[in-house]
């Protein structure tokens, strides 16, 4: 099963500690993507934030390498949607209004729960 990951999805495992390759392959999930606007946004962060999120956000650049990369411009919330509609893909994201947006157009959705794991949303 594919699935998109979001910028915050790559923050989760130095904020919780929690490995979101094994946690998605744990769910049925084997073809993992990024966007390009994800990308930028990751490396925006790397340039703007100090401490653990500047950590989180170098951490989560490494891990994009286990990802294939999707090309794509504008805003990364709508191209995750428009490009999970597309593809099939569920999206890895604890982005509220994102979570919101993938429900009304029924896309399947992954978040953290409890802290310490991935579940279906």
Known sequence: MKIIIDTNGFM???????????ELKRLGFNEFYVPEAVVFEIEKLI??????????????????DRCRRIAGTGHADDLILRLAREMGAAVLTNDIGLKRRLAEIGIQTVSLRQKNRLDFV
């Open 47 to 64: 340039k703007r934030e100090k401490g653990s999120n500047r950590t989180a956000a170098k951490v989560a650049r490494s891990m994009m």
């Open 12 to 22: 989760i495992p130095v904020q919780f500690g929690v490995d979101i390759f094994e």
